[in-house]
């Protein structure tokens, strides 16, 4: 028998029944593959633009410069060195690569990378602080490749920094993975956040609550906001193509904070240390695959 094929055309009457043709009726609905209605609700529902093929490359492509970025600070940092030094070396490499760094004049930030030295917990303007035997230091690089940001930052040592000194920081990389770790579709931001605060908690370390990891990709910050606290199972369900960064701030001390005069400098209260690790994370259909990264153990 000859196999009379059952395909619609688009001038074809529409089989639902409308009487209105294929193309001018539920042709539509059938281009609503559910990643498309899922993207459609996202934006819809939650402001969060999820990201394609392309913008991923355009994004990985940032993540690589920035990446090579902090490479290039790790080589260079030393005793003696002011944190404005590692602003020039992240400002020019930038702009020599092709791109632009995402800080500088950001809401009026002044300089072009956040260097955040001991018990500043993030948003350091690079100054004329001297880095000393012992400090540790966050340098987190932002930036923007073709139009595309992608958001990444580590800690440094600088010399020889003691036991407690290194626990802080071991604690913060390993809340980056422990993060990381819950980002899969189906999984909701409240399942990251959870797993941070638990291990930090048990460490005897505490989470930062006011700054959150973020939308980021097509702008600096978008949605969705990302707590680095939180219950299991609360908040947006995650999604293939979602990208944003995790980001935790753990202090060795109190989680409470005050941020200086320079209406950026945000540091720990009770001046004890603080560290962060960030990176960008992408939801991928397995579970996620990261657009900066480098190794968290
Ligand atoms: N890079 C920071 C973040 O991780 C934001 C810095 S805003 C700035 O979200 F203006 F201080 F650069
Ligand atoms: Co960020
Ligand atoms: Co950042």
């Given at each position: 028998m000859k196999n009379k094929s059952t395909k619609v055309h688009r001038n074809d009457l529409c089989p639902c029944g409308s009487g209105l043709k294929y193309k001018k009726c539920c042709?539509?609905?059938?281009?609503?593959t559910p990643r498309n209605s899922n993207k459609a609700l996202y934006l819809r529902k939650h402001g969060i633009r999820v990201k394609e093929a392309g913008d991923i490359e355009g994004i990985?492509?940032?993540?690589?410069?920035?990446?090579?970025?902090?490479?290039?600070?790790?080589?260079?940092?030393?005793?003696?060195?002011?944190?404005?030094?590692?602003?020039?070396?992240?400002?020019?490499?930038?702009?020599?690569?092709?791109?632009?760094?995402?800080?500088?004049?950001?809401?009026?930030?002044?300089?072009?990378?956040?260097?955040?030295?001991?018990?500043?917990?993030?948003?350091?303007?690079?100054?004329?602080?001297?880095l000393k035997n012992g400090d540790i230091v966050n340098v987190d690089v932002?930036?923007?490749?073709?139009?595309?940001?992608?958001?990444?930052?580590?800690?440094f040592f600088v010399g020889d920094p003691d036991a407690t000194t290194r626990k802080i920081v071991n604690v913060a990389r390993e809340c980056l993975r422990k993060g990381v770790m819950m980002v899969r579709p189906g999984n909701r931001i409240g399942d990251i956040g959870f797993a941070i605060q638990a291990f930090a908690e048990k460490e005897g370390c505490s989470v930062v609550r006011e700054f959150v990891g973020h939308g980021v990709g097509f702008d600096f910050h978008e949605p969705p906001q990302v707590p680095h606290h939180g219950r299991c199972g609360e908040g947006i369900e995650l999604i293939p193509g979602m990208v944003f960064t995790?980001?935790?701030?753990?202090?060795?001390?109190?989680?409470?904070?005050?941020?200086?005069?320079?209406?950026?400098?945000?540091v720990t209260l009770d001046g004890a240390l603080s560290a962060q690790f960030e990176q960008t994370i992408l939801v991928t259909d397995e579970g996620y695959e990261s657009l900066t990264p480098f190794p968290l153990q």
């Amino acid at each position: 028998m000859k196999n009379k094929s059952t395909k619609v055309h688009r001038n074809d009457l529409c089989p639902c029944g409308s009487g209105l043709k294929y193309k001018k009726c539920c042709i539509r609905k059938a281009g609503l593959t559910p990643r498309n209605s899922n993207k459609a609700l996202y934006l819809r529902k939650h402001g969060i633009r999820v990201k394609e093929a392309g913008d991923i490359e355009g994004i990985k492509k940032a993540g690589r410069l920035a990446l090579k970025t902090l490479d290039m600070v790790e080589d260079s940092i030393r005793v003696g060195m002011r944190t404005d030094d590692i602003n020039t070396l992240v400002h020019d490499y930038t702009l020599k690569n092709g791109a632009t760094p995402a800080a500088l004049g950001y809401r009026g930030f002044p300089k072009s990378v956040c260097v955040s030295v001991n018990e500043v917990i993030c948003h350091g303007i690079p100054g004329d602080r001297v880095l000393k035997n012992g400090d540790i230091v966050n340098v987190d690089v932002t930036s923007i490749l073709g139009g595309y940001y992608a958001d990444v930052n580590k800690m440094f040592f600088v010399g020889d920094p003691d036991a407690t000194t290194r626990k802080i920081v071991n604690v913060a990389r390993e809340c980056l993975r422990k993060g990381v770790m819950m980002v899969r579709p189906g999984n909701r931001i409240g399942d990251i956040g959870f797993a941070i605060q638990a291990f930090a908690e048990k460490e005897g370390c505490s989470v930062v609550r006011e700054f959150v990891g973020h939308g980021v990709g097509f702008d600096f910050h978008e949605p969705p906001q990302v707590p680095h606290h939180g219950r299991c199972g609360e908040g947006i369900e995650l999604i293939p193509g979602m990208v944003f960064t995790i980001e935790p701030m753990i202090n060795l001390g109190a989680k409470d904070l005050r941020i200086l005069d320079d209406g950026w400098t945000a540091v720990t209260l009770d001046g004890a240390l603080s560290a962060q690790f960030e990176q960008t994370i992408l939801v991928t259909d397995e579970g996620y695959e990261s657009l900066t990264p480098f190794p968290l153990q």
